[in-house]
């Protein structure tokens, strides 16, 4: 079940994870925001970095078809990330 983590400047860089939610709620973000492509590994934050941003993750047991496994940083801030979390899981 794909994880979304939130990174925040006042946690020094930590992903906090925020949701575990099933594969149809993953899409459902994915599809909601844009999101790019970072890696197999949790991406490290640098002095440059946006502040705050949402992380989800897909894991190599349940790929999907259009998705990489890995991390997808969302463009979107956490606030509108949050609200589509919620939107999500209650619709599903």
């Keep these: 079940m794909p994880n979304i983590y939130y990174c925040q400047s006042s946690h020094r860089g930590w992903g906090m994870l925020r949701a575990v939610v099933s594969l149809e709620e993953g899409k ?11 890696g ?10 946006a502040a705050d941003f949402a992380i ?8 999907y078809e259009e998705y990489r ?5 969302f ?8 609200e589509a979390v919620r939107t999500c899981t209650i619709h599903h």
Excluded: N
Aim: glycine content about 4%.
């Design 56 to 63: 989800l993750r897909i894991f190599d047991e349940e790929p």
């Design 28 to 38: 459902c973000l994915l599809k909601l925001y844009s999101s790019h492509y970072v």
């Design 75 to 82: 463009d979107a801030d956490i606030g509108r990330i949050e």
């Design 69 to 73: 496994v890995g991390f997808h940083r």
């Design 40 to 49: 197999q590994e949790f991406p490290k934050l640098t002095v440059d970095s």
